[in-house]
């Protein structure tokens, strides 16, 4: 009987319809067989057998039950469950593991039907189909889920659902608890419930905004806690559909910005802090761009400082040594010649007191001890002072002084000495470099919170290239057709005298059409 069975399934699938069947179901990892009861015979088997369990047809003919030998342990509770169930005469189903010819776990879905006749059961059909893909994507899923679960509980924000009603579906812990509630205190509730009564129509102007488009919606509202504090929200929310048709809920996220909010009463004085903070880093690109210059530029400048200095102080120690020796050795020189002798010795002493000053308020400044005695004084009236003494050095060059205040009164509050010295320093540069019938001009006006003075020349100007240098102690522009005595250490005061006071100083000129130097000082303030 056995054997007539077996034929008669060969001869049903030389039939054309139950082959192109089975072999597409067999594509799909699906395989159909008929049992005997005690399973000891196979009165039918498709094909896809081999591929699954990597049996050959005629050994599972031979021993049907040989597909079961592959079976993981942990999984034989199910297949007594599941035979019990056969036995029982029900549909049975389990789903199990096995390690194929490969080496390779597959999961499988068995599925027996027991066929039943005058209340016995002749027959088993059964279905076996290779789940794995669908299990690894079940395992991913959760996965995934378990991810946003995660997210969904450790996130500081407020995460929600709710439902086409506008009640609390689920609530994430930490949302719950930074509104004071637990989550199932606020599950079953109306949003509406927790928001401050004035900004409702608010929060239902948004909901009904979602209900006419599938976007984001955005909007504010401040929500009571269960102890009563007032909390602000940004809320970003979006509608949810059934089947993408009939509107089911919404789920949003709510950010708390109270403490946001409320600095904003703060921007105006942010906004000026930012200001300042600009200015200072303005200063602060300034000198960094001034700083910056190669080990060799550098080394180079120390070796022409070395040699100005010593021919700045070799000189007027020459010219006094010089005129000394020749008064002392000429009793008989008449007085007017020893006068003019002892004026240039006098002037060549200063000269040199000057030089050695400039070199130690250097080493103060560097040394951070130079302290400020600041004072509050009116600074046009510091301006004319030191214009005065300049403009005698100016009369021998013929040059035209021109001066310009704000009609404004311009107080500051600083070193009065220093600046003076800053003064002096910018304008006997002037005079130094403009030539004969030149023009000098300083001009002062109020600026925002600073006071800017301006110093300008017709002078012979500076090249291009050294303007980045010349605020760098004992740096000098390399003038081969022309001499003009100095150290190099003026400017150097300048700026960091001018830095010391938080103040700004730059310098625009352009060779042969002259030099201006501009001063910003803050405002006098204690």
Request: without cysteine; charged residues 30%.
């Amino acid at each position: 009987m056995s054997g007539n069975k077996i034929k008669n399934a060969g001869a049903v699938n030389n039939t054309e319809q139950p082959v192109t069947f089975f072999e597409s179901a067999a594509n799909i990892g699906t395989t159909f067989f008929s049992i005997s009861p005690d399973g000891r015979q196979v009165y039918f088997l498709s094909g896809g057998y081999e591929k699954i369990s990597g049996y050959s047809k005629n050994e599972i003919l031979t021993n049907p039950k040989a597909l079961f030998r592959l079976l993981d342990r942990e999984f034989i509770p199910g297949l007594r469950a599941y035979l019990k169930s056969i036995n029982a005469g029900k549909t049975g189903s389990f789903e199990y593991r096995i390690k194929n010819h490969k080496g390779e776990n597959l999961y499988l879905r068995h599925t027996g039907i027991p066929v039943i006749k005058e209340g016995k059961i002749e027959r088993i059909d059964v279905i076996v189909q290779d789940i794995t893909t669908e299990r690894q994507k079940l395992q991913e899923l959760k996965k995934s889920e378990e991810r946003l679960r995660i997210l969904f509980e450790t996130a500081e924000d407020l995460i929600f659902v709710l439902d086409s009603a506008g009640n609390f579906v689920t609530v994430n812990s930490n949302g719950a608890i930074g509104l004071e509630y637990l989550p199932n205190e606020l599950t079953g509730r109306h949003i509406l419930d927790f928001v401050k009564e004035d900004e409702q129509a608010v929060v239902q102007k948004s909901f009904s905004e979602m209900l006419k488009t599938s976007k984001l919606v955005t909007f504010e509202a401040t929500f009571i806690s269960k102890f009563s504090k007032e909390m602000i929200f940004e809320v970003n929310a979006k509608s949810l559909y059934e089947s993408g048709v009939k509107f089911d809920g919404v789920v949003g996220i709510g950010r708390d910005v109270t403490n946001r909010k409320r600095d904003r009463e703060k921007v105006n004085d942010l906004n000026n802090k930012l200001i300042e903070a600009n200015r200072i880093i303005s200063i602060e690109k300034e000198r960094v761009k001034q700083r910056i210059s190669v080990l060799e530029e550098l080394n180079r400048l120390k070796s022409e400082f070395v040699s100005n200095i010593s021919h700045e102080l070799r000189t007027p120690l020459a010219s006094i040594i010089g005129f000394s020796e020749t008064i002392d050795s000429d009793p008989e020189m008449p007085q007017e010649m020893r006068n003019e002798f002892n004026g240039i010795i006098l002037n060549e002493a200063k000269r040199l007191a000057a030089l050695i000053n400039d070199v130690l308020d250097i080493s103060r400044l560097e040394g951070g001890n130079m302290a400020l005695n600041k004072t509050g004084f009116d600074l046009p009236e510091l301006v004319e002072e030191v214009l005065q003494k300049v403009k005698a050095a100016g009369k021998k060059k013929n040059l035209i002084f021109l001066s310009e205040y704000s009609p404004e009164k311009i107080s500051i509050y600083a070193d009065k000495e220093r600046i003076s010295q800053v003064l002096a320093n910018i304008l006997n540069n002037s005079v130094k470099f403009t030539n004969d019938g030149g023009r000098i001009t300083v001009y002062t006006r109020i600026l925002h919170k600073e006071v800017e003075i301006i110093i300008s020349d017709t002078g012979i100007g500076i090249p291009k290239k050294d303007l980045a240098f010349v605020f760098q102690k004992f740096y000098r522009v390399n003038r081969p057709d022309i001499t003009i005595p100095g150290s190099g250490l003026g400017l150097s005061l300048v700026k960091q005298i001018i830095d010391l006071h938080k103040g700004y100083v730059s310098i625009r000129s352009e060779e042969n059409q002259g030099t201006s130097v501009i001063v910003q000082l803050p405002l006098s303030q204690r």
